[in-house]
């Protein structure tokens, strides 16, 4: 059974000179007590998808097009008022910046509190007081630190607490962007193992929106590769990062260190993300990608299914181990800049 169903989902921003695509023609589901993972470079669109799903998106931020289903309703045809009833108690945020995120004037107490009298009005101080206690002991944290401020606390817990304050109503989806971020591994691995705990204990579903795919491979059972607001591939976390068929995805994995291969050397995909003001009518890749072809300049490419992945390639199906061998050498990639070096030079000249 679904949780979330997204539909054709078209974010814009507007800017000084044009609306900026941030995610284009975007659709998924989550099922229940599934983890999905979302990667990509910054800019891709991660963390708009994730506001657009729980409705926090800035002033100059707009839902063009599309659909989002909880629960068997659209949330993007519900008044402010409406979708206030979902925020927190059905549907969560891990935020990004926790020292950000919580408000330095405030007890941790106090604005968990907050949340859960906000979101859940029905709930009486002495509830909400051992709900926190709860939550804080859940999270790996001293119950009496919960009167202290977020400035007493360190990196790693001032993000259990926002874990904490997430997960304080047992939400069914919780979205998780970059929950790990600034952390140094020991810490970042704690913080996933409590949150599967956590998970297995309310069975809710998650979203895991990071640039790290080391972090999805450990916690997350799919995984959705995003590029310039498009989705890429889609498929198990398995597959996904053993047997990709899309060529960002294959140079994605490459750019982190792999432990088995420890004399490899990273790789860097050459060249930057289209100008989403004015995106490429063909594949949004084709210009870093070193098999593209005029088809993929001109021609938006279709999902093709290669086993149990979703590849939006024209050229998904010619993709073997021969090409993934040869993505480990770096001159793979290297070759589309001095090609696109020259193409510049070129059109300089002319």
Not at 90 to 113: C, F, G, K, R, W
Request: hydrophobic share 35%.
């Amino acid at each position: 059974m679904s949780v979330l169903e997204v539909s054709d989902l078209e974010v814009y921003y507007e800017t000084e000179s044009a609306p900026a695509q941030a995610v284009d023609g975007v659709s998924f589901s989550i099922e229940e007590g599934e983890n999905l993972g979302i990667v990509g470079e910054s800019g891709c669109g991660k963390t708009t998808l994730a506001k657009a799903i729980i409705g926090i998106l800035p002033d100059e931020g707009y839902v063009n097009r599309g659909s989002i289903e909880f629960d068997g309703r659209d949330l993007t045809e519900m008044s402010e008022a409406e979708r206030r009833r979902y925020k927190w108690e059905e549907i969560s945020m891990i935020a990004q910046s926790a020292m950000n995120a919580l408000d330095p004037v405030y007890t941790i107490h106090e604005q968990i509190v907050e949340a859960i009298e906000t979101h859940r009005p029905g709930t009486g101080r002495t509830e909400s007081n051992e709900i926190v206690a709860e939550m804080f002991d859940l999270v790996g944290l001293d119950p009496e630190r919960a009167d202290d401020y977020p400035h007493q606390f360190s990196g790693g817990m001032r993000q259990r607490a926002m874990i904490a304050m997430a997960l304080a109503l047992e939400p069914s989806l919780v979205l998780a962007d970059e929950p790990t971020t600034a952390l140094d591994v020991i810490m970042q691995d704690q913080i996933l193992k409590r949150i599967g705990e956590i998970q297995s204990d309310i069975n809710s579903s998650m979203m895991v929106i990071t640039h790290d795919v080391s972090v999805v491979a450990e916690t997350c059972d799919r995984v959705i590769v995003m590029y310039a607001g498009k989705i890429a591939e889609e498929g198990p976390v398995e597959e996904i990062f053993g047997n990709p068929y899309h060529p960002y995805t294959i140079g994605l994995k490459r750019a982190f260190p792999n432990i088995r291969q420890s004399d490899q050397d990273l790789l860097s995909i050459a060249g930057y993300p289209p100008e989403l003001t004015d995106p490429p009518s063909g594949c949004r890749f084709a210009e870093r990608c070193p098999i593209a072809t005029d088809e993929c300049r001109t021609v938006e490419p279709e999902a093709q299914q290669q086993g149990d992945l979703r590849t939006y390639c024209h050229y998904a199906d010619e993709i073997d181990d021969g090409f993934r061998s040869r993505a480990d050498d770096p001159e793979t990639w290297e070759e589309t800049e001095a090609a696109r070096s020259t193409r510049s030079a070129a059109e300089v000249n002319n």
